[in-house]
């Protein structure tokens, strides 16, 4: 995986279709959004996930109380009752951009 595979990830869930909540995958082809990374190298998933929490953490802090760990975010924002697909479309959006601006 490189930087624009947020991109990539953002179209393989397919309008969200393929977007799940509570599992890493769903058994029906569905992910939540650190499912969908599992085929990173483990240096790349922790940037992907780095970026992902920045911007969750700057978008949805409403989301996130209690957390004490980088490494919880993404799946308890994935996880939230209120987290919708597209509040996670947007988040892969801006961290992509964000990616992008990064050197």
């Keep these: ?26 058994g029906k082809g569905g992910a939540c959004l650190l499912g969908s990374m599992t085929g990173a190298s483990p240096d790349n998933l922790r940037r992907l996930t780095r970026c992902l929490t920045v911007v969750i953490v700057e978008q949805y802090p409403d989301r996130l109380r209690g957390l004490d760990q980088d490494e919880e975010v993404v799946p308890a924002f994935n996880d939230h009752l209120d987290t919708t697909w597209a509040d996670v479309d947007s988040v892969l959006d801006k961290a992509a951009r964000r990616l992008d601006e990064t050197p």
């Design 1 to 26: 995986m490189n930087d624009n595979d947020l991109d990539r990830i953002r179209g393989w869930f397919d309008g969200g279709r393929l977007w799940c909540k509570g599992a890493l995958v769903d």
